[in-house]
């Protein structure tokens, strides 16, 4: 079991902007909704929540500002430089940060938990058994 000192390091493409966590997230989850699949460029994102006090983000960011099918406002960290996105949090949920599990560059990362947003799925995907599945 990871313990409660590890620490991990994401980055984005060009390395300008870049994270440290600490500790264990609180979420790990897959999205298939066209929204994660415009911002990142595959057919469905993966993503870690962490509280953000156990984030450290170093450079420079901007950030970009959209509406969710439920009305709440998400902001997205992006570098200026390459365009990545490092991470992003909720209006309903400031208190965590999520951060693109890609960006780790860790093949290790523990496996996703949870499934949303299953009616944008890609009809070829497949899931590992086990995950819970929300709409
Ligand atoms: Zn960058
Ligand atoms: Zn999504």
């Keep these: ?3 409660k ?4 390091e994401a980055s984005c493409s060009c390395g300008q902007l870049s994270l440290i966590t600490s500790g264990n997230p609180v979420r790990i989850s897959i999205c298939h909704c066209f929204e994660c699949q415009k911002r990142s460029g595959s057919v469905f994102a993966t993503q870690v929540r962490f509280p953000r006090y156990c984030i450290e ?8 500002t959209r509406t969710a099918d439920s009305g709440n406002q998400i902001h997205f960290q992006f570098c200026r430089k390459c365009g ?3 991470s992003y949090y909720l209006d309903e949920d400031p208190d965590n940060l999520a951060v ?6 860790d093949p290790s990362f523990p496996q996703p938990v ?3 947003y299953e009616e944008r799925m890609h009809h070829w995907v497949q899931l590992p058994e086990g995950m819970e599945h929300i709409n």
């Design 84 to 86: 990545g996105t490092i």
């Design 100 to 105: 693109p599990i890609g960006l780790f560059s």
């Design 5 to 8: 000192s590890q620490k991990r």
């Design 57 to 64: 983000i170093q450079g420079e960011f901007a950030t970009y």
């Design 114 to 116: 949870y499934s949303v």
């Design 1 to 3: 079991m990871p313990n």
